[in-house]
């Protein structure tokens, strides 16, 4: 499973700049992060046994709106087999206007070192858009899966997130999503939500979390994160 909370359990999307060339009129890029956090959450659930995760991305990009990928987190499902996600993506993404922005995207999500007959594996296609309206900056996204994770069928999923500037060094954010999936094959639908604070200082952020779904099974909790941008 993955992620609407990369921008939240993953202390929020860090992502810098670096020239690939010392030539600043180079039409690539590249920008990573590496974020400790006290649980790797996705759209609400714990991918790592509610234990602390390291995780760490690295993307390439071109001026012209197209990128390309990887990200990749140490994960535990109680299984006694799984201990890493990886999962690359590339994706092409631009303006609409003055501040209204878009992304499309393509992500394979891996599980190195698992059983193939737990079909852990799958591929997810996501749209998404987001305006800043300068107090406030609002998106929405869209995902779709033919065979999600666990072999559970066809999945679709909906978010959306909104962000709330207050200084130069400190936001707030929330996320709200409802995951459907398909019953037939063992799954379950559900939302899942979040809210929190996120300061930065140079390239490092810190990010603190409420996070729930409204699932009987699943406990609502806080979540820390520290990430360095690079």
Request: charged share 15%; glycine share 14%.
């Amino acid at each position: 499973m993955k992620r609407i909370l990369i921008s939240a359990a993953c202390a929020a999307s860090l992502l810098g700049g670096v020239a690939l060339a010392e030539d600043e009129t180079s039409a690539w890029s590249v920008s990573g992060s590496v974020t400790v956090t006290s649980n790797y959450m996705f759209r609400g659930v714990t991918q790592s046994s509610g234990d602390p995760a390291l995780q760490a991305g690295v993307t390439v990009a071109h001026e012209g709106g197209f990128y390309a990928g990887f990200w990749g987190s140490s994960i535990d499902f109680g299984d006694g087999e799984s201990e890493l996600e990886l999962d690359p993506f590339i994706g092409y993404g631009g303006a609409l206007g003055e501040n209204t922005t878009f992304d499309l995207n393509v992500t394979y999500y891996g599980y190195p070192g698992t059983p193939s007959s737990w079909d852990y594996e799958f591929v997810e296609f996501a749209a998404g858009l987001a305006h800043d309206f300068g107090v406030a900056k609002i998106g929405v996204k869209a995902a779709y899966s033919p065979d999600f994770f666990g072999g559970t069928g066809d999945a679709f999923w909906l978010g959306g997130n909104l962000a709330v500037p207050f200084t130069e060094w400190l936001s707030a954010s929330g996320n709200i999503g409802y995951q459907w999936v398909d019953e037939d094959y063992g799954g379950t639908d559900y939302m899942h939500y979040d809210i929190g604070l996120t300061a930065t200082w140079h390239d490092v952020s810190f990010d603190i979390r409420y996070v729930g779904t409204d699932l009987d099974t699943v406990d609502e909790e806080f979540v820390f994160s520290v990430g360095f941008a690079f």
